[in-house]
Nanobody, 127 residues
C-alpha cells in the first residue's frame, strides 16, 4: 500500500519560510511523478508544483514560481516543498500527491491526475 506522510506545516509570519516534507512508503518516490497542491477554506484545491518521474524537471503555478521549490531526495524517499517569502494568501492545507502512470506535465496540473495523496499539512501565514 502506497502511503504519503507530510510534515513541516505550521504558523509563520509573512516574509518567512517553511519547508514541507512528504515521505513515501510502499514505492520509492523515484518511481513516481510527484505534485503539491493546496486548498484554502471554501476554495477549490489548486495546483502548486510538480516534479517529473523520469527527467526531474519541475513546473510551478504562477503564484509559486520564484518563491517555492519542489525537490526530490530518492535516497530518503522524500519530496520537499521549500516555500520562501510567504504571504497571508499562501495560508492553506498543503497536500502531497503521487502519479505513477507517466502522465504529462500538462495533465499533472490537475488533481485528477494523481492516484495517491497525503493527509495534508496546515500552513498558516500571519500578517
Amino acid at each position: 500500500q502506497v502511503r504519503l506522510v507530510e510534515s513541516g506545516g505550521g504558523l509563520v509570519q509573512a516574509g518567512g519560510s517553511l519547508t514541507l516534507s512528504c515521505a513515501a512508503s510502499g514505492w520509492p518516490v523515484s518511481r513516481y511523478s510527484m505534485g503539491w497542491f493546496r486548498q484554502a477554506p471554501g476554495k477549490e484545491r489548486e495546483f502548486v508544483a510538480t516534479i517529473d518521474l523520469s527527467s526531474g524537471s519541475t513546473f510551478y503555478q504562477d503564484f509559486a514560481r520564484g518563491r517555492f521549490t519542489i525537490s526530490r531526495d530518492n535516497a530518503k524517499d522524500t519530496v520537499y516543498l521549500q516555500m520562501n517569502s510567504l504571504k497571508p494568501g499562501d495560508t492553506a492545507v498543503y497536500y502531497c500527491a503521487a502519479e505513477y502512470n507517466g502522465r504529462a506535465r500538462s495533465v499533472r496540473v490537475a488533481a485528477s491526475a494523481y492516484s495517491h495523496w497525503g493527509q495534508g499539512t496546515q500552513v498558516t501565514v500571519s500578517s
